[in-house]
């Protein structure tokens, strides 16, 4: 699976819009882009995921380039409860979700 | 649907004891995953499986077994604590072809 990387660390204001960097410049044509998020050492959530283009849903949108070498997640109006570590996470489409390879992820501080 | 249960929550062991992290999901998905995570780490894949009957080993496998006699268990075995094998526990599951993995709580287990 391609290896991603994302800062450790943002911060953002809270209402403001939180937009979280992925670099996965060996991602391969049939990989797909998934973004989970783990609350204060609970289970991680699900979020979103996207192939090449752009998605959105109910909690946030993933921007992917055209070339597909990176992606940003956006949160549109950030509260203190989407404060959590973000993981962003490259799986072939034909492979099985059961066997996701988390990095070290994004810990995303939002503040008043 | 309570979705993944897990359990306990915590769990302190001697080194050598034996014990089982048990886990089950109400949603009728035929994969089930655990994972393990360090303090400060991603999570990392230990073993899954595709149904009943059949397991496979993920990145970190040894010192652990596990079996899949019903569709809605996945119970992770610790043979030899060992104090390595402090960390939280993470059960997931999906359903085939699914994009998305859905977690437990977590189990926090500590060898001494």
């Known amino acids: 699976d391609a290896k991603t990387t994302q800062p450790p660390s943002m911060d953002c204001a809270e209402g403001r819009a939180a937009n979280l960097p992925c670099n996965h410049s060996?991602?391969?044509?049939?990989?797909?882009v998934y973004w989970y998020r783990q609350i204060h050492s609970q289970g991680p959530q699900y979020i979103i995921h996207?192939?090449?283009n752009n998605e959105t849903n109910e909690m946030a949108s993933l921007i992917i380039t055209e070339d597909r070498k990176s992606s940003t997640l956006i949160l549109p109006h950030a509260t203190l409860r989407d404060t959590a570590v973000y993981y962003c996470?490259?799986?072939?489409?034909?492979?099985?979700?059961?066997?996701?390879?988390f990095g070290t992820g994004t810990r995303l501080q939002v503040t008043l | 649907n309570a979705g993944v249960t897990q359990t306990p929550k915590f769990q302190v062991l001697k080194t050598g004891q034996s014990m089982t992290l048990q886990c089950a999901q109400d949603?009728?998905?035929?994969?089930m995953s655990w994972y393990r995570q360090d303090p400060g780490m991603g999570l990392r894949l230990i073993h899954y499986?595709?149904?009943?009957?059949?397991?496979d080993q993920g990145e970190v496998p040894n010192g652990y077994n596990v079996s899949r006699s019903t569709t809605e268990d996945f119970p992770l075995r610790l043979l030899s604590a060992a104090p390595s094998q402090t960390s939280v526990y993470f059960c997931?599951?999906?359903?085939?072809?699914?994009?998305?993995?859905?977690f437990g709580p977590g189990t926090r287990l500590t060898v001494l």
């Open positions: 996470i490259v799986r072939p489409s034909t492979g099985t979700a059961s066997k996701l390879t």
């Open positions: 060996t991602i391969s044509g049939n990989e797909y």
């Open positions: 996207g192939l090449k």
């Open positions: 949603m009728n998905h035929e994969y």
């Open positions: 499986s595709v149904g009943a009957g059949i397991t």
């Open positions: 997931a599951s999906n359903r085939q072809g699914g994009n998305t993995q859905y």
